[in-house]
């Protein structure tokens, strides 16, 4: 006959010796999906976590709890012997009562018609005497009752019981639901719209708007839990979304910004473009050779031919002004004393600038336009969508 013992998961009220106790309260509220200060309640005491568990389940919780830092032990529970008072009785109809007798207060009880051999089978609803062993199907009667108590309390969550803690009663907890598919397949096509989103918004309005991956890790979140999909792997799954989504719409942005530039250059080397150009830079070299000799002259050179940003030449700095001698300077010069062809001149600006983007990458300039405030959304944006994953709510 198999062993009907069953079993409670008792927390001693202490945590393990190598955990915080702060973070074992936060993972048990993340496991247990309650808010920390539930958690907290739940944990100021020892009591009884789950009961009424096989010995298997029993272990399995165990181990889940002490893998958060919770100290638990595993109890088995004394089984009450069989008796007629124990047994699940259905309520006694009409067709039992004794001829004469009133159905009002003298009616008999479940325990009356026990006592007086009468009992139904809660399997089959089989009426006979009293026994241990039902005569139509042959399943021990409080074996069947233990099962159906067990079911019962693994029904039971810890956000009801939570409520009746605080009364000092047993609290029971259910384990963390696998993500939904249907969940995780949306999550990720916001994802994907939403790393789009971000580049044509950056192309629109031509600047990088870092709060919108904050805004990204937030679609994911809401996506997910309006599926039904809540708990740490579904908070884990939209963080890794929000990550891919976040860093793939930085990558686009860069994209676009770089086939721009890149468009805007190969339009200048058109043949009209290319003439302008030429013409451009042969009139500034023949100028400067002919008239700028002090740095107050390079200063108004630099501002009128757009060697600087600068509006004015009081403007332009010192570090302005030594890169153009040390590197502007000496090019205006040659082309002043030694003219090239429009061919020469395409060919060395088309040099000039494979040597410039030479293995130049998007992902450098990704690298390059990452700054702190990047990062702050970054953090932001991965820890909503967490957030709202594995809890179904925002704070």
């Known amino acids: 006959m198999e062993s009907n013992t ?3 998961v008792q927390f001693t009220g202490e945590f393990l010796d190598h955990v915080d106790p702060q973070q074992a309260i936060e993972a048990f509220a993340a496991l247990a999906k309650i808010s920390v200060a539930q958690a907290g309640a739940l944990l100021g005491q020892p ?7 096989t010995e298997a389940r029993a272990d399995t919780y165990l181990k889940k709890l002490e893998a958060i830092g919770l100290q638990v032990v595993m109890q088995p529970e004394q089984q009450a012997q069989p008796s007629l008072a124990s047994l699940s009785l259905e309520p006694i109809d009409d067709r039992y009562a004794q001829p004469g007798i009133d159905s009002g207060d003298s009616q008999q009880t479940p325990v009356d018609a026990a006592a007086a051999g009468a009992i139904t089978c809660p399997k089959c609803g089989h009426q006979q005497n009293s026994s241990v062993q039902c005569e139509s199907c042959g399943v021990y009667l409080h074996k069947v009752k233990a099962t159906a108590e067990q079911d019962a309390g693994d029904k039971a969550v810890v956000g009801a019981a939570g409520k009746s803690s605080a009364a000092g009663d047993d609290t029971t ?7 939904k598919p249907v969940a995780i397949v949306a999550a990720a096509a916001v994802a994907l719209v939403s790393a789009y989103l971000w580049k044509l918004i950056a192309v629109v309005t031509e600047y990088e708007v870092g709060i919108v991956a904050w805004a990204i890790g937030g679609a994911i979140g809401f996506t997910a839990i309006a599926l039904g999909s809540v708990g740490i792997r579904t908070g884990v799954l939209c ?3 929000a990550l891919c989504s976040i860093v793939g719409g930085k990558y686009l942005v860069q994209q676009a910004f770089m086939n721009e530039f890149v468009s805007e250059i190969q339009a200048a080397f058109t043949e009209e473009g290319l ?3 030429y013409s451009e830079q042969m009139e500034s070299a023949r100028y400067f050779a002919d008239y700028v000799q002090t ?3 390079m200063r108004e050179f630099m501002v009128e031919y757009g060697y600087t940003e600068a509006t004015d030449s009081d403007s332009v700095t010192d570090e302005e002004l030594r890169f153009f001698k040390e590197q502007e300077a000496p090019y205006l010069v040659e082309y002043a004393n030694n003219p090239v062809s429009v061919d020469d001149f395409t060919q060395m600006q088309g040099a000039e600038l494979v040597q410039q983007f030479a293995g130049f990458s998007t992902w450098d300039a990704v690298k390059e336009s990452l700054g702190p405030i990047d990062f702050l959304f970054f953090f932001l944006g991965v820890g909503t969508a967490f957030r709202l994953g594995s809890t179904g709510r925002a704070g």
Request: hydrophobic share 35%; aromatic share 8%; net charge negative.
């Open 6 to 8: 069953t079993f409670s």
């Open 47 to 53: 009591r009884c976590l789950k009961k009424q568990l």
């Open 173 to 179: 907890w259910e384990e963390p639901q696998d993500p």
């Open 239 to 241: 963080g890794v979304l």
């Open 275 to 277: 003439a302008d150009a």
């Open 295 to 297: 740095d107050a002259e």
